[in-house]
């Protein structure tokens, strides 16, 4: 969540995208930060979740739920006029870098952690 305004504010200054009708004038709407931080956000949390999550059927939940979070913030922005969709979708797409990044990043250490804690054996054999 700490990287996220230090990768969007800079596109926002970049692009100098105006906002809609309903937004005052000026820009820095490009792309959207709230849907950003929205699923980076829900995108974490899920992926905290899903080592710990031992069925198919939940861990699927978990995506989908993440995503119908992220598509319903989206979708209000868009449909309140708040950003253009293309800026929802930009923020879509960053963001699952980001995603992507935190996974690779911290994905093996927390599966590992989850392994031991449940009780399955460690590399380590024999007595202590």
């Known amino acids: 969540m700490a990287v996220l305004p230090a990768v969007v504010v800079p596109l926002k200054d970049w692009t100098h995208r105006g906002g809609t009708s309903v ?3 000026g820009d820095g709407y490009f792309p959207s930060g709230h849907t950003a931080t929205a699923a980076v956000a829900y995108g974490a ?3 905290v979740l899903l080592p710990w999550v031992r069925s198919r059927r939940a861990r699927g939940a978990v995506v989908a739920v993440w995503g119908v979070l992220v598509l319903a913030v989206s979708y209000g922005l868009v449909r309140r006029g708040y950003h253009w969709p293309l800026d929802v979708v ?3 797409c960053l963001s699952l870098v980001l995603l992507t990044l935190l ?4 994905g093996p250490l927390s599966r590992s952690t989850c392994r031991r804690s449940a009780g399955t ?3 380590r054999t024999g007595p202590s």
């Open 23 to 25: 937004m005052p004038p």
């Open 45 to 47: 949390a899920a992926l």
């Open 90 to 92: 930009a923020s879509w």
């Open 103 to 106: 996974f690779l990043t911290l």
């Open 121 to 123: 054996a460690s590399r």
